[in-house]
């Protein structure tokens, strides 16, 4: 039978030999992490101490004096390693902690150029109360905040400018649409709190700008222009707000209709018969309940003709 004094001395050996290679990979460690920052072959020289330590006892009490101790002996021999290994762990965020704090940096950047700025939050919050640097990870936290912030003000400046693009071509539905988009999108935010009134606001005047123009186009008798605006007013003014432009709108009304019937009486007369077509479907289209427009139907079919038959007689004298 083995003697187990022997068997201690060359576990003592082993051990020896172990302890002293880890404290060269120590010594090793220390003088790369001075010259070129990378405690990783600190790190090996760490476990390859913690490891042995931690392993000592056990190969001791097995190779001891016949395993007699009791419970207790069980006890602070399993006490003894879990020191060493908390100890170990402790050594190891030693070890690793300047490693440790650059890759959360990386994170962070990383989180920062994805703009994913609530991953990033939670990894400042890690940098600060799991590792202790509370100022850096405060300088972190004001850069992701204020980068979110002008991120979503450009956003809504977009937004916005979308909007008024959409107002100046008098889109009133679709301005309502993207208002109510806008807001679900930027909720709670000063820019977007009104744009549905905005957008009402902006409707409003452009009514009152359509009324100024009717006006004064009626009042230096430029009916065409006029007519063009009332037509336009007619889908903004209620019942009760046309009211007051009634009379000029007949007035304006009544000279467009005297002036269609000059001009489709000169062009008969003087045997135009194409531009006598165009008056008179003119007066059909827009002045279709009036007793001219009955008359120009019943003489729209000739004229047409006698206009087809011009254009040829003018094609073949041009040919000739």
Known sequence: MADPKKSDGWLMVLYGVLLLAGLALLALGMIELVQSKN?????????????PAALYPIAAALHGDGGSAGGDQATELLKSINDRLLISDAAKRIAYREQDRAALRQAIREDIERSDYDAALVLVDDMGQQYGYRE????????????????????IQEA???????????????AQREAMKVQRLFPDTLPTRNLEQHV???RERYKHELERQFLQAAERDDVDRAMELLKELDVYLTETEAEPFRETARGVIGKKRENFGVQFKLAVHDREWSTAVRVGEQIIREFPNTKMADEVRSLIDELRRRSAEQHAARAQTAGV
């Open 39 to 51: 405690a990783m072959l600190l790190g090996f020289g760490v476990l390859a101490i913690a490891i």
């Open 136 to 155: 850096e990870a405060e300088q972190f936290r004001e850069e992701i905040l204020a980068t979110r912030q002008a991120e979503t003000d450009a956003k």
């Open 160 to 174: 916005i400018s979308r909007l008024d693009s959409i107002i100046e071509r008098h889109d009133w539905a679709g």
């Open 200 to 202: 009402l606001e902006a």
